[in-house]
């Protein structure tokens, strides 16, 4: 079974940063990774997703703030969070694509407070 290992989770003051990491076995050819979060009672939503080649994806509500990269020779997708909100608070999820294949992450608790 393939394990997606994520890490860098915690807790912040409104207006600090947190970087998340996740990988994948390098044995296994991914191509897009990506970030999604989920609430409590909300539905997951993607954050911030990369193609193997580097073209990137984010939601509104992080554009400017959040910035996502790739190691393609670790297999490694980051995430860095800057100027966190409240509203970022949320249970970060990795996602990782090798052809018609979902795998996911564990999932890290971020959490913002004032």
């Known amino acids: 079974q393939v394990q997606l290992v994520e890490s860098g989770g915690g807790s912040v003051q409104a207006g600090g940063s947190l970087r998340l990491s996740c990988a994948a076995p390098v044995s296994i050819y991914i191509n897009a990774m990506g970030w999604y979060r989920q609430a409590p009672g909300e539905q997951r939503e993607l954050v911030a997703a990369i193609t193997r080649g580097g073209s990137t994806n984010y939601a509104d509500s992080v554009k400017g703030r959040f910035t996502i990269s790739r190691d393609n020779a670790k297999n490694t997708v980051y995430l860095q969070m800057n100027s966190l909100k409240l509203e970022d608070t949320s249970v970060y999820y990795c996602?990782?694509?090798?052809?018609?294949?979902?795998?996911w992450g564990q999932g890290t608790q971020v959490t913002v407070s004032s």
């Open positions: 996602n990782a694509i090798s052809g018609s294949t979902n795998y």
